[in-house]
């Protein structure tokens, strides 16, 4: 077991080492000169400028200089600074980042949390024409356009019931019930896709532990029905429901990015494309850099979790 | 083999759709650019069947042409990444060694990023628009085919035939493509026709952050932006729009849900 984190550990390291190097080239892909285009946004460009700014970001240095200045300064939680407020980027994501992972946290809680007894459901419902309702309409949640469905919400809500304010955001120590209140329909809306992809595993995967020999045997042995689908048939069946949980909350991130500009919620995703239109590439690096090493140390800590579920992968 | 109704169904889906988008040039009643701004946000009507949007474009004609775009975006994007990730896994999978792990090394790096977060990524670094959209998609799509034909590779090449094959003096080049690739098409055709689909919704969202196709090109994100505007005014752009992208990419999930089931009968009873 201990040989397996350490070398699950030791490919953690590679990733997170590889994601760093492909974020930090960002702007030496940029076709032309990147410093120019950064500056270009918001001022004139001069000569002066250009080098300054050159010299600013340190890109007068060797390559691999720069890229251990940045990856030290990273590792000590400075992410540099914003090109044009000149403050912290650390400070412009901690202002941006909570009603996104909040509404993450919200979306993936309702998407899961509900698919276990979906699925369930699902499960004994079985043959001809249910199967075919469930598959139409699983395949209807996974493509449902989120941005779409939250458009569709608006629309309904300001013809239902004008009066509501329910766009934008408002942080949950200040109004609780407000907060939620305003990020339960996006989070509806990001939760869909989940609840249609999870319910579904857990029925066909529910569908095939029953079909085993220990669900026979534990029929045989007279316990009730109730016992063994909880007990032993979901048991087992949660397995490739934990590793797909992982998966779910990068599409999750996405999504959020994209449903947060219909719900005009202030989180990451007004910030990244704010940093883009002002081509404000270090705040840029900085968002995608943390996300996504986040999204890979949730995905190693399910994977340790996947090992502690399942004791045959322990060996 | 039969053909069983939800295949059949599937497919229709897909084609049906596909060639109205296809053949926009001849189905679409109006230019899709051309602006009638006396005749601007109207709900459906017998001259505009879908209505017209807030520069008094008919919604229809945009619709198509904007599908068009969508299915040429996703199409471009998920074959580039057929072509280079399921390329890699095929040669990492068949030379093994050096080659293999850092080939798959690299994939995991492009992997570990959620998939919006790095199209968006890419999209910043070369600039808003359908090509670069589509090169962004290839770039996510890419380790996501090169991880799925490593695994079923590797066991083909390990298989008798193979060996045989290699020495009765095949070339690589020839075991490749004649002895290995063939027995893969199932798995790629169904990977395909689910990337297909969810392509269509990444390009959709790209555009919409207005990071896709820009205008006044049509294009079912752009529309849904645009009629979020003037949602309360006139919904109907932005309704019109949204069906169009779930159309697209539900008839091309499905197509890759049933095709599973029948390439892998395994799952069938399920």
Same mark, same amino acid.
């Given at each position: 077991m ?6 699950r550990?030791?490919?953690l390291g590679?990733?997170?080492i ?10 030496r892909?940029?076709?032309g ?12 460009v ?14 007068d240095?060797?390559l691999?200089?720069? #890229?251990?200045?940045w990856?030290?300064?990273?590792l ?12 912290? &980027?650390v ?7 909570w009603p996104?992972?909040q509404?993450t946290?919200?979306?993936? *809680?309702?998407?899961?949390?509900l698919?276990?007894?979906? *699925?369930?459901m699902? !499960?004994?419902?079985?043959?001809g024409?249910?199967?075919t309702?469930? $598959?139409?309409g699983?395949?209807?949640?996974l493509?449902?356009?989120s941005?779409?469905?939250g458009i569709?919400?608006i629309?309904?809500?300001?013809t239902? !019931?004008?009066s509501?304010?329910?766009?934008? #955001?408002?942080p ?5 019930? *407000? ?10 809306c990001?939760a869909?896709?989940?609840l ?5 595993l857990v ?7 029953l ?6 045997t ?11 689908? #909880?007990?032993? !048939?979901?048991a ?5 429901? &934990?590793?797909?949980?992982g ?12 449903v947060?500009q &219909?719900?005009a919620?202030p ?18 690096q900085?968002?995608?850099l943390?996300v996504t090493a ?11 979790? #996947?090992? &502690?579920?399942?004791? $045959?992968? $322990?060996? | 083999?039969?053909?069983?109704g939800?295949?059949?169904f ?6 049906v759709?596909?060639?109205l988008a ?12 051309s ?13 505009h069947?879908?209505g017209t ?10 619709? %198509?042409?904007?599908s068009?775009?969508?299915?040429l ?10 072509l ?5 896994? %095929?040669l ?10 850092i ?11 959620p998939v919006?977060?790095l ?16 090169i962004a998609i ?6 996501i ?25 095949a070339?690589d080049a020839r075991?490749?493509l ?12 169904v990977?395909?026709?689910?990337l297909l689909?969810?392509a269509?919704l990444v ?16 294009s079912?994100g ?24 779930l159309? %697209?990419?539900?008839?091309l999930n ?8 029948r ?8």
């Amino acid at each position: 077991m201990i040989r397996i984190v350490l070398a699950r550990l030791v490919d953690l390291g590679f990733v997170l080492i590889g994601i760093s190097a492909l974020v930090f080239c960002m702007i030496r892909f940029i076709p032309g000169d990147a410093v120019a285009i950064m500056l270009g946004a918001n001022t004139e460009v001069t000569p002066d400028r250009v080098a300054a700014l050159r010299t600013h970001l340190g890109l007068d240095q060797p390559l691999l200089v720069q #890229y251990g200045r940045w990856a030290w300064a990273a590792l000590h939680g400075d992410l540099g600074t914003s090109l044009w407020t000149g403050r912290p &980027v650390v400070a412009e994501i901690a202002l941006h980042i909570w009603p996104t992972v909040q509404l993450t946290v919200m979306a993936l *809680g309702l998407g899961a949390g509900l698919s276990v007894p979906a *699925g369930c459901m699902m !499960a004994r419902l079985r043959g001809g024409t249910a199967d075919t309702l469930l $598959r139409l309409g699983s395949v209807a949640g996974l493509t449902i356009p989120s941005f779409w469905l939250g458009i569709v919400m608006i629309l309904a809500l300001a013809t239902l !019931a004008p009066s509501l304010q329910l766009l934008g #955001y408002v942080p949950f120590f200040d109004d609780p019930l *407000g907060n939620i209140a305003r990020l339960l329909l996006p989070a509806i809306c990001l939760a869909l896709p989940i609840l249609a992809n999870l319910s579904r595993l857990v029925r066909s995967a529910l569908l095939e532990s029953l079909g085993q020999d220990y669900i026979r045997t534990a029929r045989a042995k007279g316990l009730g029905e109730a016992r063994v689908l #909880y007990r032993h !048939a979901l048991a087992n069946a949660m397995i490739p429901f &934990v590793t797909s949980l992982g998966i779910m909350t990068g599409y999750l991130l996405g999504g959020a990015i994209v449903v947060e500009q &219909v719900f005009a919620i202030p989180g990451l995703g007004r910030l990244i494309l704010g940093a883009i239109s002002e081509r404000n590439y270090p705040l840029l690096q900085a968002v995608i850099l943390l996300v996504t090493a986040g999204f890979v140390v949730v995905n190693f800590a399910v994977d340790l979790l #996947y090992r &502690v579920i399942d004791p $045959r992968l $322990r060996g | 083999m039969k053909l069983s109704g939800l295949l059949l169904f599937a497919f229709l889906a897909v084609l049906v759709p596909a060639l109205l988008a296809i053949g926009a040039d001849f189905v679409a009643p109006y230019d899709p650019v051309s602006q009638d701004i006396i005749a601007r946000l109207r709900g459906p009507m017998a001259t505009h069947w879908l209505g017209t949007d807030q520069l008094g474009r008919d919604v229809l004609s945009r619709i %198509l042409y904007g599908s068009r775009a969508s299915l040429l975006v996703a199409a471009g994007s998920v074959g580039s990444a057929l072509l280079l990730g399921g390329g890699l896994g %095929l040669l990492a999978a068949y030379y093994r060694g050096w080659f293999e792990r850092i080939v798959m090394r690299l994939m995991d790096i492009l992997f570990a990023f959620p998939v919006m977060l790095l199209a968006i990524g890419v999209v910043a670094v070369l600039g808003p628009g359908s090509v670069t959209a589509a090169i962004a998609i290839a770039v996510v799509y890419t380790p996501i085919f090169a991880r799925l034909l490593r695994g079923p590779a590797l066991v083909i090449c390990d298989a008798d035939y193979v060996a045989g094959a290699r020495a009765a003096g095949a070339t690589d080049a020839r075991i490749l493509l004649i002895h290995v690739l063939p027995n893969l098409l199932g798995v790629i055709l169904v990977q395909t026709s689910l990337l297909l689909s969810s392509a269509i919704l990444v390009e959709a969202s790209l555009s919409f952050l207005g990071l896709g196709t820009q205008p006044p090109n049509p294009s079912l994100g752009l529309m849904l932006a645009e009629g979020r505007n003037v949602l309360l005014l006139s919904p109907w752009g932005a309704l019109f729009a949204g069906v169009a992208i779930l159309v %697209l990419a539900f008839g091309l999930n499905l197509l890759g849900d049933a095709l599973r089931d029948r390439l892998d009968p395994r799952l069938r009873e399920l």
